[in-house]
Each structure stands twice: as C-alpha cells, then as structure tokens.
C-alpha cells in the first residue's frame, strides 16, 4: 500500500534528478486510492487531516516538476527529433501536443521570413525618364500611373516628391 512518505521519495527522486524519473505503474491511480481513503477515515485525527493536506502538496509539486519537464522535452524533441522517455499516458499526450504546437509554430515563422515583403502601392505624381533601379530592373514612370516598388527605390522617389502612397 501506499504511504505519504512513499508519495515524498518519488517527489524527492524527480526534484533532485534533472531527467524525467520513472513513475511506479498506475502512480496517479494509486495516490487518488491512497487520498480517498484517507479522507474516508471515520476518526481522522489532526494528523491524518495535515497528512492528507501534506500529501496533495507533494503531488502538486511532482506534477509541477514533472510538467515542465515534459515541456522542456517537448521543446528539444522538436529541434531535434529524440524521443521521449518515462512519461506517463497523459503526459505523453500533452508531450504529443506541446511538440506539434512547437513545430507549426516554428513552420510559421520560417514561412512568414521565407515571404516576399508586400510592396507598398504608390501613385506618380510626376513623369521622369525611364531609368534603371538599384535592382537592376527597368523602371518607367509616368504621371498619374499607379505602381508598386520596392522599398528604398520608393523611399527616394518620396523624397524627391516625384511619387506618395495610394490611398
């Protein structure tokens, strides 16, 4: 049977280990079992209560421990594809979770980087002469055109007043 300071070694176990420890079989299942009956006693006395009180905090702190730790491995195995180890059926679920979150999160962002910034819309205000840009492609504007450009090409031309942004 279950015991409090059974419950408090395991907590010690995973608090003093960086790794995630290997729970008992069916550890939460039998911790619940251990605090029903407790709580079930007729003639509980004032320990009993503080030993069921005491007991609930260390499995607080175990399943605090025990999340961020699965968290931090979720992290890593998304980076780097290793595989969790001593997880128990709900934590391998919220490890499952936590990784494909990480992943789409991170295909995200390297996506958003990977885009094209969006070009400004900007309409001509004065014609000029054809001319070639610093990006080496052939520019021809004239007054009253709507055009897209790039930025620092726009950023000059706004400047000389030759164009402005379309509303």
Same mark, same amino acid.
Do not use: C, H, W
């Given at each position: 049977?279950?015991?409090?300071? !059974?419950? $408090? %070694?395991?907590?010690?176990?995973?608090?003093?280990?960086?790794?995630?420890?290997?729970? &008992?079989?069916?550890?939460?299942?039998?911790?619940?079992?251990?605090? =029903?009956?407790?709580?079930?006693?007729?003639? =509980?006395s004032s320990l009993d209560a503080l030993?069921?009180?005491?007991?609930? %905090?260390?499995?607080? /702190?175990?399943?605090?421990?025990?999340?961020?730790?699965?968290?931090?491995? !979720?992290?890593? +195995?998304? $980076?780097? @594809?290793?595989?969790?180890?001593?997880?128990?059926?709900?934590?391998? $679920?919220?490890?499952?979770?936590?990784?494909? +979150? #990480?992943? *789409?999160? $991170?295909?995200?962002?390297?996506?958003?980087?990977?885009?094209?910034?969006?070009?400004?819309?900007?309409k001509v205000k004065k014609s000029m &002469?054809?001319?070639? @840009? &610093?990006?080496? =492609? %052939?520019? +021809?504007? /004239?007054?009253? *055109?709507?055009? +897209?450009? &790039?930025? *620092?090409?726009?950023? #000059?031309?706004?400047?000389?007043?030759?164009i402005e942004k379309a509303e």
């Open positions: 049977m279950l015991t409090f300071e !059974a419950i $408090r %070694n395991v907590e010690r176990d995973e608090r003093e280990n960086k790794k995630l420890q290997k729970l &008992p079989d069916n550890f939460f299942d039998t911790v619940r079992d251990y605090l =029903k009956k407790k709580e079930e006693m007729k003639d =509980k030993e069921i009180e005491n007991a609930k %905090n260390t499995v607080k /702190r175990l399943l605090d421990m025990r999340e961020k730790k699965v968290i931090e491995i !979720a992290i890593m +195995s998304s $980076r780097t @594809g290793l595989a969790a180890e001593n997880l128990t059926d709900e934590e391998k $679920r919220l490890f499952e979770q936590a990784v494909t +979150s #990480l992943k *789409d999160f $991170r295909d995200n962002i390297y996506a958003q980087m990977k885009k094209e910034p969006a070009e400004t819309v900007y &002469p054809d001319f070639v @840009g &610093p990006d080496m =492609k %052939n520019y +021809s504007i /004239r007054e009253n *055109d709507v055009i +897209s450009l &790039p930025k *620092d090409l726009a950023d #000059l031309l706004i400047k000389e007043n030759i």
